[in-house]
């Protein structure tokens, strides 16, 4: 079991940045891929970016792509999210996820493709 916990969301303008944290622990927490996914009222969950565990090689999605940063710390068995130039259209929960191990960036913007989720942060971006 991996228990994930993110934090860093808050209200932030157009323009402007924050950094998510999304730390893990449990039990062989360090071998996940992980992964970022957002979700605004009335929409589906979407993925957002996704890193693995020894290169840290990443992937975004196309609205993210530029802007967003993912990143982590294996000693400290957290990643973050570096969000810059943020727009109103960013403004959703924003959910860590586990990837199951070992798989690097293989369909890494499937959802069913994460075992563990944390509670998610709200992120609202005003215009």
């Known amino acids: 079991q991996v228990q994930l916990v993110e934090s860093g969301g808050g209200l932030v303008q157009a323009g402007g940045s924050l950094r998510l944290s999304c730390a893990a622990s449990?039990?062989?927490?360090?071998?996940?891929?992980m992964g970022w996914f957002r979700q605004a009222p009335g929409k589906e969950r979407e993925f957002v970016a996704a890193?693995?565990?020894?290169?840290?090689?990443?992937a975004y999605a196309d609205s993210v792509k530029g802007r967003f940063t993912a990143s982590r710390d294996n000693v400290k068995n957290t990643v973050y999210l570096e969000m810059n130039s943020l727009k109103p259209e960013d403004t959703a929960v924003y959910f860590c996820?586990?990837?199951?191990?070992?798989?690097?960036?293989?369909?890494?913007?499937?959802?069913?493709?994460?075992?563990?989720w944390g509670q998610g942060t709200q992120v609202t971006v005003s215009s």
């Open positions: 890193i693995t565990v020894e290169r840290g090689s990443t």
């Open positions: 449990g039990r062989t927490s360090s071998n996940h891929p």
């Open positions: 996820a586990a990837k199951q191990p070992y798989t690097g960036l293989y369909d890494y913007s499937s959802a069913y493709q994460y075992l563990y």
